[in-house]
């Protein structure tokens, strides 16, 4: 280590999200130094709310850290070496459009699949791409992790739009389901695990599993447990595991079974078993409702009640997220260059030897101070590549529609979902969400 000490912006600093990020920072201090921490939001007064309480946060535990939020991008973005982004075009408002009106046709709705997926990732992109370009202008040196969905769609806006940008497109879900995995196997956590991974984000496969250590393969041990149970472990590890995502997780039990030469990511349900997830969703109660219902009044709640008792002692944020240690192990990867293996998002060139150079696919790499190195994973079986080339071929899609502001290509998009049934359906789902996206999408034509 140089001595080095670094500064981190956080975009979406009003993130639910936030808070238990800034705790694991904190906590690593030994191994991630920081001068400075902002956030940025482009929403003042629910930023506000996590900054106050972060306010103490860092008085009491990292005095050292200065810490600032703002809503001005060029104080946000000047002096830093990491941008996180952690935003969401819409907020939940949004979200929770995205998963009714295709619930109103019998069609999925969910955050990232389907129709409400497409919609999102077309609000995401000028976003992502002004949070570039306000980094390259104030920090040209800095990194941007981000982890604002939907990933494959930004990842690929990013690749045709921005193709020399610093920004590592990443998601949490495989690290979630290998730590489940390592729970099954009676091992500590995801990083007792080295795997063979590969497919699109939210959409994907693993073709080994290992113990990190002794090399022991344990896909035979896994499968024996996932056929019967997915990934849902239970008992003190699921204690505070969410009914919906409790059903996620053990319904992998017949994602599995569709192909049992692998593991699946857990979101292939999405586009397995659609009339299902329809079949048991409530449109007038969704995820979102649920989260606003607990993630959200749990997070806002805590930030009230840490500002009011001003001290931070005893928060719900001292015990570790998956999701805030594996971003701290990234960016730690790429400032002291250690090229630690993660999965990312990325333009494939070969990582799957099967797939077109040009898609974005999700595949192992090795993150160091030059940013990625995709790795080689072999050949998509005959069903996985079938099912890809569908999905990105929908994500490229909407990539078009935002570049030709084309009615046309995002109705093909979600006219082509393995979650649409019908065009006539996907132009009612298109019709009815193009008015209440008019803020964030461009004008379709
Ligand atoms: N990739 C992953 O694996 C992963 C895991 C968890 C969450 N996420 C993503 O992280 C993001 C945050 O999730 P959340 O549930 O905490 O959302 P949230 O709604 O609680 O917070 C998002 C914040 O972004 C802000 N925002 C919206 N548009 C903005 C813009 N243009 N500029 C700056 N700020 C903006 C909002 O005001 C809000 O404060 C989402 O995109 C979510 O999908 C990704
Ligand atoms: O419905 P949400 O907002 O709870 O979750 C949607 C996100 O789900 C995944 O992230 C999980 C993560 O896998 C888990 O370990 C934990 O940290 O919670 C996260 C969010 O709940 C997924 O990877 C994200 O892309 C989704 O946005
Ligand atoms: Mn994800």
């Given amino acids: 280590m140089d001595g080095k000490k670094y500064s981190v912006v956080i975009a979406g600093g009003g993130s639910t999200f936030t808070p238990g990020f800034v705790l694991d920072l904190i906590k690593s201090q030994d191994k991630f130094p920081m001068r400075q921490l902002k956030f940025y939001d482009n929403d003042a007064e629910r930023q506000k709310k996590i900054g106050e309480a972060v306010k103490i946060i860092m008085k009491e535990r990292a005095p050292q850290i200065k810490f600032s939020y703002t809503t001005d991008p060029k104080e946000a ?16 408002h949004m979200r929770s459009l995205d998963e009714k009106i295709p619930l109103k046709y019998g069609v ?69 389901d290998m730590d489940r995995m ?16 590969y497919g699109l984000n939210h959409f994907g496969w693993w073709k080994e599993v290992r113990n990190k250590k002794t090399g022991e393969d344990l896909m035979p041990k896994l499968k024996e447990y996932v056929k019967d149970h997915g990934y849902w472990v239970g008992g003190d590890y699921d204690k505070d595991t969410e009914a919906s995502w409790e059903a996620t997780f053990k319904k992998v039990a017949d994602d599995y079974k569709m192909d049992p030469e692998t593991l699946p990511n857990n979101y ?18 969704t995820r979102t409702d649920e989260i606003r219902e607990h993630r959200q009044k749990i997070v806002f709640g805590e930030c009230e009640r840490i500002v009011k008792a001003g001290t931070a002692k005893n928060n719900i944020w001292d015990i570790s997220g998956l999701h805030s240690e594996y971003i701290v192990d990234i960016i730690h990867a790429i400032a002291y260059n250690t090229h630690e293996k993660f999965l990312a998002n990325c333009e494939n060139n070969g ?15 090795l993150f160091g101070a030059d940013g990625i190195q995709p790795m080689a994973t072999g050949k998509a079986g005959r069903f996985q590549r079938g099912l890809m080339m ?9 990539v078009d529609a935002y570049v030709e502001h084309s009615y046309q290509k995002m109705l093909q998009a979600f006219a082509l979902n393995k979650t649409v049934p019908d065009a006539s359906v996907a132009k009612k789902i298109l019709d009815d969400m193009i008015p209440v996206n008019a803020p964030y999408w461009p004008e379709l034509k």
């Fill in 108 to 176: 999925n709705g969910q955050e990232t699949t389907g129709p409400g997926g497409m919609a999102y990732g077309l609000r995401s992109i000028p976003a992502i791409i002004q949070i570039i370009d306000w980094m390259q202008e104030y920090s040209p040196n800095a990194w941007m992790i981000n982890y604002s969905n939907t990933i494959a769609i930004v990842a690929e806006a990013c690749r045709r739009l921005r193709p020399n940008a610093k920004i590592i497109n990443i998601c949490d879900m495989p690290i979630d």
């Fill in 390 to 398: 569908e999905q990105q071929t929908c994500e490229k899609l909407v």
């Fill in 77 to 92: 973005f000047t002096d830093v070496d990491f941008v996180m982004g952690s935003i969401r075009v819409g907020k939940y």
């Fill in 182 to 197: 390592a729970a099954i196997c009676g091992l500590d956590s995801w990083h007792d695990i080295d795997f063979n991974y």
């Fill in 268 to 285: 292939m349900q999405y586009y397995y078993f659609p009339q299902y997830e329809v079949a048991n969703a409530d449109p007038k109660h």
């Fill in 351 to 365: 990582a799957i030897s099967n797939m077109d150079p040009d898609s974005i696919v999700e595949v192992p790499a």
